[in-house]
């Protein structure tokens, strides 16, 4: 069964760090690129990032709320995706999910969509 | 970046009903376009990929539609399990973006 499994949520002050892990299993890590994706306490979802695979360089994007202080990497000998959010903010708080990505070539360039997603670990930035 | 606009942002509707949501691109995307449907304290889960593709396991009332800006989904017969949430997102560009959601709720 593919499955992604995060984890390291917590409650951090503001202007702190943590670091999230994402677990997978039922499939090859390195064949595919991975996305986070987070969603605030009853609002909607928001992208947050993607690690390409090693074919493109372990390349990453990442949304402009986040960038500069969020870093996206991979252990694929472990199997394992990895958050590390510094600087945090009160509007970082939002449970966070980690996707698989999944390509398919089109005529105009690569489809893609998320499937699965992991369950999500809550992180709470407050004081 | 390319903004979606989801609507209705909720409705109202009974069991066998059929639905259509629709989500607005600001420029054109092609049919890069997918749909998910998220249950209460659930991750979402996909049901349509670039517009129209039903992912294997979601049930055949679940269809997709629309290319370049303008797209749908449709629920040919709603179900109980049914009454949740729904987002569309494009993924022709980064950043990545999704509509604001739908709510489907039981009339």
């Known amino acids: 069964e593919v499955q992604l499994v995060e984890s390291g949520g917590g409650l951090v002050q503001p202007g702190g760090s943590l670091r999230l892990s994402c677990a997978a299993s039922?499939?090859?890590?390195?064949?595919?690129?991975m996305d986070w994706v987070r969603q605030a306490p009853g609002k909607g979802l928001e992208w947050v990032g993607r690690?390409?695979?090693?074919?493109?360089?372990?390349?990453?994007e990442y949304a402009a709320s986040v960038k500069g202080r969020f870093t996206i990497s991979r252990d694929d000998s472990k199997n394992s995706l990895y958050l590390q959010m510094n600087s945090l903010k009160t509007e970082d708080t939002a449970l966070y999910y980690c996707a698989r990505t999944r390509l398919a070539a089109a005529a105009t360039g690569w489809e893609n969509w998320f499937d699965p997603w992991g369950q999500g670990t809550l992180v709470t930035v407050s004081s | 970046d390319v903004q979606m606009t989801q609507s209705p942002s909720s409705l109202s509707a009974s069991v066998s009903d059929r639905v259509t949501i629709t989500c607005r691109a600001s420029q054109s995307i092609s049919s890069y376009l997918n749909w998910y449907q998220q249950k209460p304290g659930k991750a979402p889960k996909l049901l349509i990929y670039a517009a129209s593709s039903l992912q294997s396991g979601v049930p055949s009332r679940f269809s997709g539609s629309g290319s370049g800006t303008d797209f749908t989904l449709t629920i040919s017969s709603l179900q109980p399990e049914d009454f949740v949430t729904y987002y569309c997102q494009q993924s022709y560009s980064i950043p990545l973006t999704f509509g604001g959601g739908t709510k489907v709720e039981i009339k």
């Open positions: 039922g499939f090859t890590l390195s064949d595919y690129y």
């Open positions: 690690i390409r695979k090693k074919a493109q360089s372990y390349t990453t």
